[in-house]
T-cell receptor, first 116, second 116 residues
Framework: AQTVTQSQPEMSVQEAETVTLSCTYD???????LFWYKQPPSRQMILVIR??????QNATENRFSVNFQKAAKSFSLKISDSQLGDAAMYFC?????????????FGKGTKLSVKP | ETGVTQSPTHLIKTRGQQVTLRCSSQ?????VSWYQQALGQGPQFIFQ???????GRGNFPPRFSGLQFPNYSSELNVNALELDDSALYLC???????????????FGEGSRLTVL
């Protein structure tokens, strides 16, 4: 069974600085998707960034980028120029691409605080 | 474009009772997934509905059941409530075909269930 581990329960960053959130996963599959979701205090989970395992190039979305190390089964999220609105719970998630298994496996999350 | 909406937002039940939670999927989506998020944890997959049939289930007992309607909205029913059922229940919708699953989900704000 696949597992997702986030080893940092809480992280803090100064506004405008850069922070990296860690995620490792375990799977025997060669093709899969990895995600970072953000859950602000309003509770609605929002997709931050998505990575397809067969793509070697790391995904980037504006200030958010990932460091995907497939052999090490590592998928970290880097937030550049941190803003107060980035404060939230961040969840790393794994998904198999099979059409009959559309569920996500989430880590326990990392609570990110942004200091002004 | 209408997002995922859930009702009720909060509810309190007593042990042994039954509860029904409702979800309207985002327009254009054909799949609804339900997740249970206990306090301080990542969401756990309960099940997914695709074309009105259950299409994958997590490690939850049969007293957790669901429905999907022709308009792709969905219900989550929980019978014989236990104290450990207290959690945030998240609904997520997506567009899924039998051959392609990108794994990207769009979440509602959740229903907070408290079991006393």
């Amino acid at each position: 069974a696949q597992t997702v581990t986030q080893s940092q329960p809480e992280m803090s960053v100064q506004e405008a600085e850069t922070v990296t959130l860690s995620c490792t996963y375990d799977t025997s599959e060669s093709d899969y998707y990895l995600f970072w979701y953000k859950q602000p205090p309003s509770r609605q989970m929002i997709l931050v960034i998505r990575q397809e395992a067969y793509k070697q190039q790391n995904a980037t979305e504006n200030r958010f980028s990932v460091n995907f190390q497939k052999a090490a089964k590592s998928f970290s999220l880097k937030i550049s120029d941190s803003q107060l609105g980035d404060a939230a719970m961040y969840f790393c998630a794994y998904s198999s691409p099979g059409g009959s298994q559309g569920n996500l496996i989430f880590g326990k999350g990392t609570k990110l605080s942004v200091k002004p | 474009e209408t997002g995922v909406t859930q009702s009720p937002t909060h509810l309190i039940k007593t042990r042994g009772q039954q509860v029904t939670l409702r979800c309207s999927s985002q327009s254009g989506h054909n799949t609804v997934s339900w997740y249970q998020q206990a306090l301080g944890q990542g969401p756990q997959f309960i099940f997914q509905y695709y074309r009105e049939e259950e299409n994958g289930r997590g490690n939850f007992p049969p007293r957790f059941s669901g429905l999907q309607f022709p308009n792709y909205s969905s219900e989550l029913n929980v019978n014989a409530l236990e104290l450990d059922d207290s959690a945030l229940y998240l609904c997520a919708s997506s567009f899924l075909t039998r051959t392609v699953n990108t794994g990207e989900l769009f979440f509602g704000e959740g229903s907070r269930l408290t079991v006393l």
